[in-house]
């Protein structure tokens, strides 16, 4: 995640807040972040109890546990949280059970992250959502969605460029998505585009392979919009984002085979591929620098 220094006169809980919904579009910076919120709020206003009380759980559950500040601040330990209250409150119905179940899933995505960045190759195969998609398919385990695949919509390509980041926070109204594109090119407009860029291909490979629907409710532009996020700092290298964009729309039909939703498992696994096959060319690369000097 993109931990850029980002001077602000909130206060820190705030700030650490606002960052975690910035970390979901792999940002730092409390005003994308306040975007986002803007997003939910506007559009699924039933929604944003579950997601500021999933960042919440994550963030408290860092704190108490004395989980690094920096790493609180950035929102890393908030992220996941933002994401499984919000599926949580998406799929299931209200009842008195549901707070306490986006607390526990928030604080546990926090302590999943914290495993992940102490034990794990951290440089190799970044956390990204795989918290979430973890909790998230166990969720969805209770209840599906609705069918949200099959909702028709009108046929605006610019409609679906937009649905394509909302549907990044579940939201399928083109103003969420219009309202994260904001934040996005207030934090970081070389990002903003490969985001765009990567919701339209998304959508036009769904349109040309028949999938309309999906392509007008921006179930396909989503993880490619992720995928060019992760990737989208390597300014001298623009073939990587590119190559994220097509792995991740080539590996969602794979995860539509599961009996629940692939959530961004999609993006996941495209980034993974990607820096684990990086790793393996580099590999062999110094391997053979040794010879030469040997």
Same mark, same amino acid.
């Given at each position: 995640?993109?931990?850029?220094?980002?001077?602000? +006169?909130?206060?820190?809980?705030?700030?650490?807040?606002?960052?975690?919904?910035?970390?979901?579009?792999?940002?730092?910076?409390?005003?994308?972040?306040?975007?986002?919120?803007?997003?939910?709020?506007?559009?699924?206003?039933?929604?944003?109890?579950?997601?500021?009380?999933?960042?919440?759980?994550?963030?408290?559950?860092?704190?108490?546990?004395?989980?690094?500040?920096?790493?609180?601040?950035?929102?890393?330990?908030?992220?996941?949280?933002?994401?499984?209250?919000?599926?949580?409150?998406?799929?299931?119905?209200?009842?008195?059970?549901?707070? +306490?179940?986006?607390?526990?899933?928030?604080?546990?995505?926090?302590?999943?992250?914290?495993?992940?960045?102490?034990?794990?190759?951290?440089? #190799?195969?970044?956390?990204?959502?795989?918290?979430?998609?973890?909790?998230?398919?166990?969720?969805?385990?209770?209840?599906?969605?609705?069918?949200?695949?099959?909702t028709g919509v009108e046929a605006n390509p610019l409609f679906a460029l937009a649905r394509g980041l909302g549907q990044i926070f579940l939201l399928d109204q083109p103003l969420a998505g219009v309202l994260i594109a904001i934040g996005l090119l207030i934090s970081? %407009?070389?990002?903003?585009?490969?985001?765009?860029?990567?919701?339209?291909?998304?959508?036009?490979?769904?349109?040309?392979?028949?999938?309309?629907?999906?392509?007008?409710?921006?179930?396909?532009?989503?993880?490619?919009?992720?995928?060019?996020?992760?990737?989208?700092?390597? %300014?001298?290298?623009?073939?990587?984002?590119?190559?994220?964009?097509?792995?991740?729309?080539?590996?969602?039909?794979?995860?539509?085979?599961?009996?629940?939703?692939? #959530?961004?498992?999609?993006?996941?696994?495209?980034?993974?591929?990607?820096?684990?096959?990086? %790793?393996?060319?580099?590999?062999?690369?110094?391997?053979? %620098?040794?010879?030469?000097?040997s």
């Amino acid at each position: 995640m993109y931990t850029k220094n980002f001077v602000n +006169p909130c206060p820190d809980w705030a700030t650490a807040l606002l960052n975690g919904f910035s970390q979901v579009l792999l940002q730092r910076n409390p005003l994308c972040g306040l975007c986002c919120l803007l997003a939910i709020t506007l559009t699924a206003p039933d929604l944003v109890g579950g997601a500021l009380l999933g960042a919440l759980a994550g963030l408290l559950t860092a704190q108490r546990r004395g989980y690094n500040r920096s790493d609180r601040q950035a929102g890393l330990y908030s992220y996941n949280g933002v994401l499984i209250g919000l599926l949580i409150s998406y799929a299931l119905p209200w009842s008195a059970i549901l707070p +306490p179940l986006i607390i526990a899933a928030g604080g546990l995505s926090s302590m999943l992250v914290h495993q992940w960045l102490k034990r794990g190759p951290k440089q #190799l195969l970044p956390a990204y959502t795989a918290p979430f998609v973890l909790l998230g398919w166990a969720a969805l385990t209770m209840a599906e969605p609705a069918g949200a695949a099959s909702t028709g919509v009108e046929a605006n390509p610019l409609f679906a460029l937009a649905r394509g980041l909302g549907q990044i926070f579940l939201l399928d109204q083109p103003l969420a998505g219009v309202l994260i594109a904001i934040g996005l090119l207030i934090s970081n %407009r070389y990002a903003a585009v490969w985001a765009l860029l990567g919701s339209a291909i998304g959508g036009s490979v769904a349109l040309i392979g028949g999938e309309a629907t999906a392509a007008y409710n921006g179930l396909f532009g989503f993880n490619a919009a992720l995928a060019a996020l992760a990737f989208s700092q390597e %300014r001298q290298r623009p073939w990587l984002p590119l190559l994220a964009i097509v792995l991740a729309i080539a590996l969602q039909p794979l995860f539509s085979l599961l009996p629940v939703a692939g #959530l961004t498992a999609p993006f996941i696994l495209a980034c993974w591929l990607l820096h684990a096959g990086g %790793r393996l060319l580099r590999v062999p690369a110094s391997h053979s %620098r040794r010879r030469l000097h040997s």
